[in-house]
């Protein structure tokens, strides 16, 4: 059974940051590029940042470069978002997901609300 786990999401100061988790299993993780979505009420659901199977290639929005990092633990069949710098138009549901160098997403996470408000 796959699954994508995400968490650590919450309520943060603009200028704050939050380190976001994806734990993923069921599926082969290390063969899968990893994303980060987020979806903001009343918008479409955009692209965060995403990163290849081993690592080799790195993608960022330009609305979050320079601000958060996206890595992965392939011995731990996990990817983390840090989030740095962070902006109350930051607001949203993120959500992992993996595919297999498509782009387009196999599977799914539930999502972890991120809210950024004094």
């Known amino acids: 059974q796959v699954q994508l786990v995400e968490s650590g999401g919450g309520l943060v100061q603009p200028g704050g940051s939050l380190r976001l988790s994806c734990a993923a299993s069921?599926?082969?993780?290390?063969?899968?590029?990893m994303s980060w979505y987020r979806q903001a009420p009343g918008k479409e659901r955009e692209l965060v940042a995403r990163?290849?199977?081993?690592?080799?290639?790195?993608y960022y929005a330009d609305s979050v470069k320079d601000r958060f990092t996206i890595s992965r633990d392939d011995a731990k069949n996990t990817v983390l978002l840090q989030t740095n710098s962070l902006k109350p138009e930051d607001t949203a549901v993120y959500y992992c997901s993996a595919d297999r160098g498509t782009y387009r997403s196999d599977y799914w996470g539930q999502g972890t609300q991120v809210t950024v408000s004094s």
């Open positions: 069921g599926f082969t993780f290390r063969n899968y590029a």
């Open positions: 990163i290849t199977a081993a690592a080799t290639t790195i």
